[in-house]
């Protein structure tokens, strides 16, 4: 079946976008040009790679050992300093075994991988029908310490006939809702990693280009109402599991993954972003429960961002708060800290079981999917390489590789 | 001349709130009543008691010992714990003729309470016409530091015939936009002391009620619309100060007055709150310009939230990013910490002062203005005591100050 062309084909670069124009763009609005005209204009600009970035899991239990030790040498991830290459490998090895036999318990593996695959290739399937002009969208997922790794993806990109002289388009779009130089910065550090291993010796080519691939990245969405809506129902289906007469008194308790004081100190987004994606939902909800922030997953002795979730739970139990509603709120699939840490370790071991409960992940979640391919159209549309935001650096950012992979992609000219 | 009946009198309760009812206004949903008819029915509820809580200044350098010695003798704000009698005397004393130097620098004085009366006045002149239901507004401001004290205002508001057996509706307005227990917190908690020492013993009259104030909060407007606005028109004409070439490139950095970490730990809403608002500002403006959120006004050994808004200007600029935009996010007027330390110590001491610059503060701003009658009606209508959200104490909150005034204040029944 070939697709209709809808009429925001027709419609000017930009025109469905919040951004103000920039410089640029302003004198491309000010001496329009006519909208070029192929004969497949359905496809007249794609292929399109959407790589979804995320940490990534171990989807076996042997596959825990090498994760752990990609994830302890991962600098922007947990900043070890000069000890890294030494403490990295130790700290890693030292707790396999114990993350091993979390990974048996939550079945023997994490389900992020089959998540990211199916939320990117239901996205990409969205996408050919509201961006024929893009059209095909083809999904790649590009995990920072398990397969598929960065580095196999980039291969694979190179395989299915991006650069390599031939050019075409990909966007990286993060899958942490809120930056974090931790999280999105790493992945994104990553990928400029390989893309000057693998592309950054092309020379030019007759018509002026390098002929690699032009990437373009959609850096963080916390408060995107298609994420907000899915992040609410699945808090109102949980709320309806609580007699009418308790249900609005039940609290909410978003937690989101800590990060160390001296990342925070840095200047982070991620706290504040954090913040805005919690305010958003509860609007949404209509502010009917009272609510928390918490940070879960805080390890090793120095000081990380409070109030802990575990802690939270257990002051609210001590309270007398025994309903309590658990929302992981920067994560979009299942994951070893939902599956584990918050169901098996604070649920588990509350003592109330019955009254401290998770909502779902989003995971297959259709309003998410939706979402998600929402945010890809306003950026593929927008015509911008990255965001304003995405190229400031933190403000104690001692990173090289942080100044040079922003440089990178902020200079990404999308013809 | 005569107020005209809007046809908001007409409708019934809560009908332009986007709350959702409570069990009992579902009852009263269910089982309508007339709306009540009197004589007069444009101020069938009035008069209303309009009081703004904030943390003051001193008006005079004279009064900085007494504002330094209530400021350090409040453990909401400056936990020292049992050392607290002992400890603040002492530090408030040694530090005296230090800030005394600064208020002389800014003229002698905090502007404070200028901007407070003046806001509150304008806000009860707008209430007037919005909510003749509720009218007359009448306008007082109670400090938590500074005169005038929190006392004064309570025994005005029974000097001017509020409760003594005569009842009343008296809304707490915290002009905080951000709850943090240690300023928000701190003004209800001295608001519910002194309505217990002055109210307290207050027996059943012959209609049934005790004839004491009945009180409401207003207790956060993190993302009201037109705060919101207010911040964005204030960036936006500070931006037009730079050259249009270098404008979409100035770095926005929000500055918030920091939290000790033991504040932050324990659960404070406030740091998530102030997240919220950046970005609901940014959004505004369409997140043309870069920015960050920093924190300023550290004192003492122990940590504090950062990144520090002066070590955040030195870094941008020693990385060249000379153009700069502070924007005090969480106070809405003019006091010591723009004045003084904004404007002479990071601005003063950057070496930039021709590009590194602040937004000017809401002070008389009648954007502003708007905004708080626009929240005040909207309580005023709700027909709610407080929000959810308040009388939900932090995970690990120990005080029993904050437990008994919470529960005061969500316990107030207005009929």
Redesign the interface.
């Known amino acids: 079946m070939a697709f209709r062309l809808p009429a925001a084909a027709l419609r000017p670069l930009r025109s469905s976008v919040?951004?103000?124009p920039?410089?640029q763009q302003t004198r491309w609005l000010a001496t329009p040009t006519p909208f070029p005209v192929t004969q497949d204009m359905t496809s007249s600009r794609g292929p399109t790679a959407m790589v979804f970035l995320n940490m990534g899991g171990p989807s076996t239990v042997d596959e825990v050992g090498d994760f752990l030790s990609r994830l302890f040498a991962d600098g922007d991830l947990i900043p070890l300093g000069r000890l890294q290459n030494y403490l990295g490998p130790l700290i890693s090895k030292r707790r396999t075994p114990k993350i091993q036999k979390q990974y048996a318990a939550i079945g023997g593996g994490s389900p992020i991988r089959k998540w990211s695959e199916h939320q990117c290739d239901e996205m990409c399937k969205l996408l050919d029908q509201i961006s024929p002009e893009t059209a095909p969208h083809k999904p790649y997922v590009a995990f920072r310490y398990a397969n598929p790794l960065t580095e196999h993806m980039y291969r694979q990109l190179l395989a299915d006939g991006f650069g390599n002289g031939k050019g075409g388009r990909a966007v990286a779009f993060t899958q942490y809702p809120q930056y974090s130089c931790s999280t999105t910065g790493s992945s994104l550090n990553e990928l400029w990693k390989w893309r000057q291993r693998l592309e950054g010796k092309a020379g030019p080519l007759d018509d002026g280009s390098d002929g690699t691939i032009k990437w373009s990245v959609i850096d963080r969405w916390?408060?995107h109402p298609g994420l907000v809506e899915a992040f609410a129902q699945n808090i109102e289906a949980k709320l309806q599991e609580y007699p009418p007469?308790r249900r609005?008194?039940v609290?909410l308790l978003f937690s989101a993954h800590s990060l160390p004081?001296s990342v925070?100190?840095?200047?982070d987004?991620y706290?504040?972003?954090?913040?805005?994606t919690?305010?958003?939902v509860m609007?949404r909800l209509?502010?009917?429960?009272?609510?928390?922030?918490?940070w879960q997953s805080q390890v090793g002795p120095q000081?990380w961002?409070?109030?802990?979730t575990q802690?939270?739970?257990e002051?609210?139990i001590a309270?007398g708060q025994k309903d309590l509603v658990l929302i992981p709120i920067a994560f979009t699939s299942d994951h070893i800290e939902t599956l584990y840490e918050l169901d098996e370790e604070v649920i588990g071991e509350s003592g109330h079981k019955d009254t401290v409960k998770r909502v779902e992940s989003l995971n297959g979640n259709p309003v998410f999917i939706r979402a998600l391919a929402d945010l890809a159209k306003t950026h593929l549309d927008s015509g911008i390489a990255t965001?304003?935001?995405m190229?400031?650096?933190?403000?104690?950012c001692k990173s090289d590789r942080c100044h040079e992979s922003k440089k990178f992609f902020a200079a990404q000219e999308l013809a």
């Not at 706290?271 to 805005?276: C, H, I, K």
């Not at 209509?286 to 918490?294: A, D, E, K």
Request: glycine share 8%; with cysteine; net charge positive.
């Open positions: 919040h951004l103000k920039t410089m916390p408060v007469e609005d008194k609290v004081m925070v100190n840095r200047g987004p706290p504040a972003e954090v913040g805005a919690v305010h958003a609007q209509g502010h009917v429960n009272p609510y928390r922030l918490c000081p961002l409070g109030p802990q802690m939270s739970v002051e609210y309270k965001s304003p935001q190229s400031l650096r933190c403000p104690g």
